[in-house]
């Protein structure tokens, strides 16, 4: 598939949540959910297949969190190839038994580290954090490369540019996470769709985006102000609704029914990839391929 081709003819389908499926099959959070690659590699490709069965164009790889940075707090800092090239493996595997010809996006989520004036993180320290994993997913085989749940922007364009520096030949996705405001959408750190949009595709970013953070219902005006601001590709992934402690445990209650019942208005607005995010299921996304006609 010509991803960026198919983009310009019909709306893809990403997957949905990997962390919520890993929770239901048993991970707590002693050892990095990208552990599960090489310990529990079974659990990981049925819940590939899963997605791919209930429709999904476009499946992630179990690596959120697999850069040197996030992976040092388990210390398993020395990692980095060995679990993202894994997660790669499983996940085109299972794309390669069920379905050939669709798609896998290597995930890479932020670093965990703060720059300026919270933190000390460099431009330069990130930029090299994210090009180690990208490289080591595009070794995998992944076919592009999805970097999700952003907040600040500098970090973001770090992201992109390590990612060009190493998959020159794959397409770079790129998500940030924004709530309403009173001024319109903004990122916690108070970035706007326009700004990220500007800087994420002057950076080499070919699809931008939002997930995370905002449910289907509120997004379709967000996809506005994203469109209002370039005729760039989107990407948009809502959460199954907003999380409730039950007992302790995070938990998202938006059925599959009312999930998808929204995202027709998100394709409406311009939103040419659509998926779920946190508390999303392979129920989510089949019935949001249903709601698209598939």
């Given at each position: 598939?010509d991803l960026?081709a198919?983009?310009?003819s019909?709306?893809l389908?990403f997957?949905g949540?990997?962390?919520?499926q890993?929770?239901?099959?048993g991970y707590?959070?002693?050892e990095a959910?990208?552990?599960?690659?090489?310990s529990?590699?079974?659990?990981v490709?049925?819940?590939h297949?899963?997605y791919?069965e209930?429709?999904?164009d476009?499946?992630?790889?179990?690596s959120?969190?697999g850069?040197?940075?996030?992976?040092?707090?388990?210390?398993?800092?020395?990692?980095?190839?060995?679990l993202n090239i894994?997660g790669a493996?499983?996940?085109t595997?299972?794309?390669d038994?069920?379905?050939?010809?669709?798609?896998?996006?290597?995930d890479?989520?932020p670093?965990?580290?703060?720059?300026?004036?919270?933190?000390?993180?460099t431009?330069?320290e990130?930029?090299?954090?994210?090009?180690?994993?990208?490289e080591?997913?595009?070794?995998?085989?992944?076919?592009?490369?999805?970097m999700t749940?952003?907040?600040?922007?500098e970090e973001?364009?770090a992201?992109?540019?390590?990612?060009?520096a190493?998959?020159?030949?794959?397409?770079v996705?790129i998500?940030?996470?924004?709530?309403p405001?009173?001024h319109?959408?903004?990122?916690?750190?108070?970035?706007?769709?326009?700004?990220?949009?500007a800087t994420?595709?002057?950076?080499?970013?070919?699809?931008?985006g939002?997930?995370?953070?905002i449910?289907?219902?509120?997004?379709?005006?967000?996809?506005?102000?994203?469109?209002?601001a370039?005729d760039?590709?989107?990407?948009?992934?809502?959460?199954a609704?907003?999380p409730?402690?039950?007992?302790g445990?995070?938990?998202?209650?938006?059925?599959p029914?009312r999930?998808?019942?929204?995202?027709?208005?998100?394709v409406?607005?311009?939103?040419?990839?659509?998926?779920?995010?946190?508390?999303?299921?392979?129920?989510?996304i089949?019935?949001?391929?249903?709601?698209?006609?598939r």
């Amino acid at each position: 598939m010509d991803l960026l081709a198919e983009l310009h003819s019909r709306t893809l389908i990403f997957d949905g949540a990997m962390g919520t499926q890993l929770i239901a099959a048993g991970y707590r959070p002693v050892e990095a959910p990208e552990s599960w690659n090489t310990s529990d590699p079974d659990v990981v490709t049925e819940i590939h297949r899963a997605y791919l069965e209930a429709g999904a164009d476009i499946i992630e790889t179990n690596s959120f969190g697999g850069s040197r940075s996030k992976l040092s707090a388990y210390h398993a800092g020395d990692r980095v190839a060995e679990l993202n090239i894994a997660g790669a493996r499983l996940a085109t595997a299972a794309r390669d038994e069920l379905a050939p010809g669709k798609l896998v996006a290597g995930d890479i989520g932020p670093s965990g580290r703060l720059m300026p004036p919270v933190g000390d993180a460099t431009v330069s320290e990130l930029r090299d954090v994210f090009a180690e994993q990208a490289e080591a997913l595009a070794s995998g085989g992944v076919d592009l490369i999805s970097m999700t749940t952003f907040f600040d922007l500098e970090e973001a364009r770090a992201a992109v540019l390590g990612a060009r520096a190493v998959a020159h030949s794959l397409p770079v996705f790129i998500s940030m996470a924004f709530k309403p405001s009173p001024h319109g959408f903004r990122t916690m750190m108070g970035v706007s769709p326009a700004q990220a949009a500007a800087t994420l595709l002057e950076a080499g970013a070919d699809v931008v985006g939002a997930n995370c953070e905002i449910t289907a219902e509120e997004m379709p005006g967000l996809v506005a102000e994203f469109r209002e601001a370039t005729d760039a590709p989107l990407v948009m992934q809502p959460n199954a609704g907003q999380p409730h402690l039950v007992e302790g445990h995070t938990v998202y209650q938006e059925t599959p029914e009312r999930f998808a019942s929204f995202m027709p208005a998100l394709v409406a607005a311009g939103a040419g990839v659509v998926g779920g995010c946190c508390g999303t299921t392979p129920a989510h996304i089949a019935a949001l391929a249903r709601a698209l006609g598939r």
